[in-house]
């Protein structure tokens, strides 16, 4: 009968999945550690369009005028700059170990094979990024963007 009850219950915990959220649930305008969430609050956070309005890290960092932007999607990222260019980036989520935090899903470039950006807090309308791979003294490694209404 114990054996049972103990068979039924691992069966029943084993076929859950960890990244399973009840999703109503969560604010999400107030993550502070949007790192350690799992994807599909990560996902629902940064999904949509963005003012990119400043980078830190590097000599100088740099801000972005009023007019460059970035729409993020489910498997893509698209910059609209201020002279009307645009670039594209594709990207899958994959899990990847950053030094520090530890697990985390990242944007990972499959065109280069690397891990790129994961996401460290979003708060009222703003939204923290950062490199999750070590970058050059003069390549910014942090990004804050302000959701576009």
Do not use: H
Not at 10 to 20: A, E, F, H, L, V
Not at 49 to 56: D, G, L, N, T
Not at 90 to 106: M, S
């Amino acid at each position: 009968m114990i054996l049972a009850i103990v068979l039924i219950l691992m069966g029943g915990t084993s076929s859950c999945k960890k990244d399973d959220v009840d999703l109503p649930d969560i604010d999400f305008s107030n993550i502070e550690n949007l790192y350690a969430q799992p994807l599909p609050v990560i996902q629902k956070c940064v999904e949509g369009k963005w003012k990119w309005y400043v980078s830190y890290g590097g000599l100088a960092g740099a801000n972005y005028s009023d007019n460059t932007f970035i729409n993020i999607k489910e498997d893509n990222y698209v910059i609209d700059y201020e002279d009307g260019s645009q670039r594209t980036w594709y990207f899958k989520w994959e899990k990847y170990n950053v030094t520090g935090i530890g697990q985390t899903y990242v944007m990972w470039d499959e065109k280069r094979n690397e891990a790129g950006w994961y996401f460290v807090s979003i708060k009222n309308d703003t939204l923290m990024a950062t490199s999750s791979i070590p970058t050059g003294p003069d390549i910014p490694c942090s990004f804050g963007f302000v959701r576009v209404k």
